[in-house]
């Protein structure tokens, strides 16, 4: 769940979105109040603010909605599909305007806004910061 939203994977592994915003547009306050497919083999998803990303069977993370610091991609533009984030992960999840994924090889990599210094790489900024590995699992 999020604010005003929710997410559901159902046992086929079906993901549904319903809520507060429109999926065209992101849009805050227009919902159509109904349940909307997304996606099918998903195996887990997480939504944060304005954005969510889900993990499909075959290890492949999508992220979906608002952009505005390249949380989902580099030109930083509202998906109202799912766009491709990476692939061969274990995990993912939606932070603050940031994503975080696991890849297979264990690097836990983290993109976005970088505000609250929860990328990892020393700094702290509201800009755009591209794919960084912030440790690596052994």
Request: glycine content about 10%; some cysteine; aromatic content about 12%.
């Amino acid at each position: 769940a999020g604010q005003h939203n929710s997410l559901y994977i159902n046992k086929k592994g079906e993901l549904f979105y319903f809520g507060w915003r429109d999926l065209a547009t992101f849009t805050s306050g227009q919902s159509n109040g109904k349940m909307n497919k997304i996606a099918d083999k998903v195996t887990s998803a997480s939504i944060m603010d304005e954005h969510f990303v889900y993990l499909t069977n075959d290890g492949s993370v999508y992220g979906f909605g608002r952009n505005d610091y390249g949380q989902i991609s580099e030109d930083k533009k509202t998906r109202s599909t799912p766009s491709l984030i990476a692939t061969k992960c274990v995990s993912a999840s939606a932070g603050t305007y940031y994503t975080a994924y696991i890849t297979e090889s264990g690097e836990v990599i983290v993109k976005g806004s970088n505000k609250s210094g929860v990328i990892g790489n020393g700094s702290v900024s509201n800009n755009y910061t591209p794919p960084y590995t912030a440790m690596k699992i052994s």
